[in-house]
């Protein structure tokens, strides 16, 4: 055992870790990029929600085959692959910008293709999930890795918004392509001789459907999912478009932005480290709770809230949605079959974005219908709702944690990844 980490923690947990915290240095300051190099090309409100409903439509697209390919082909291939897809089109969105006056078309293709990567990207990750660590451990290192991968968000939007400020967005993303090359190179490096070979399936098409009779045999999980595709699609309507938005408008321009991101990294840890010292019987109650704090920051930009207070709402939601990640990454660790979990995660990660690309897309007529600030309230309004109808479905309240998780296979070798992003990570974004 290396005397620096735990016998669970072994050199791929280590390889990734690294990884998903470089990746995510470089992303949470793109996406404030992004929404920023269509202002400065004169876009719109309007364009802006095109951007970022143009990162999230291949998402829609191509979740579920990817989730059906990731039960299919080695996990970290489709990894590697859809990190070097990354790096090209930011690398290509980069020199667009610095170059000359980038159209919105070109800003929506490049934005569309890493999207597109991050679809295959995810069910994978999640999918090695379960070769990663014992079901006893599950909870300590779910929350041990998010920790470290929130704290590089914290410094990636904070880092992100000085250096559009000072540099302007087209560094940011270069630097976003360099952190999806070096985090590719990585997870090149990761030793799965220890997995085991997966038996051939029925076709494309019969593994999906295997996915969907696992999803909708489950009212907590499909309950869920119909929740966050409304719950994240405002949220992400509310980040991505307005927030920019107003720091523009009212609160000095993107630097105040990207600090008040920064506050909901600081959340995601503080939820983090409680997290790994707390295991409440009731898993999927209390991490629904834990939803409701997510309309304090669209309702902080409505008021608008001075930025220090937008830091505090953006710490309470940080906080709240990581003990919901948490609790439900240890519910489908203990509920789903490790030979079907990718393409179940999909239908997961589907159903939750499936609504963003509409909403963000659609958040530029809106504010142009009722108003920026009404708009706002009505996010709010739509993230209470949906989470207050979910606590009526019984399994999500009475589903209570086994005091030992099903076995995982390979663990004992550390093959495998842990989960870079859940869905619920969307909403923070």
Known sequence: MNRHRPDWAGRNYSLLTGAAIITNLGSHGAHIAAAFAVMDAGGSVGDVGLIAAARTLPLVLFLLIGG???????????????????????AAFAVLVLTGEPRLWQMMLLTALCGTGTAFFNPAAEGMLLSTVSGEHSNWAFALFRMAINGAGIGGAALGGAMI??????????????????????????????VPDRAPGGGLLS??????????????????????????????AADAVYGPLVARDQLGGPAPWGVALAFFGVGTIAGAVLMMAWKPRRLLLVGTLCVFPLALPSAGLAVPLPVWGLCAVMFVSGAAIEVFGVNWMTAMHQEIPE???????????????????????????????????????????????????????PDVRRMTRRAHGKPVAGAAAGAGAPVEQTPADAVGH
């Open 207 to 236: 593994d999906l459907r295997e996915g969907w009779v696992e999803v909708r045999s489950r009212p907590w999980l499909w309950s869920i999912v119909l929740q966050f595709s409304v719950v994240v699609a405002v949220v992400g």
């Open 68 to 90: 059906a390919l990731a039960d299919r082909l080695p996990r970290h291939r489709v990894m590697v692959a859809a990190n070097v897809l990354n790096c090209v089109s930011q």
């Open 165 to 194: 400020a000072a540099v302007g967005p087209g560094w940011v993303l270069a630097a976003d392509a360099a952190a999806f090359a070096v985090a590719g190179a990585l997870r090149a490096f990761l030793d799965v001789s220890h």
């Open 339 to 393: 030979e079907k979990f990718s393409r179940v995660t999909a239908y997961d990660w589907f159903g939750s974005v499936s609504m963003l690309p509409v909403a963000t897309a659609l958040a530029g007529p809106a504010e142009a219908a009722f108003g920026r600030t009404q708009a706002l309230w009505g996010c709010a309004v739509l993230v209470i709702v949906p989470t207050a109808l979910v606590l009526l479905v």
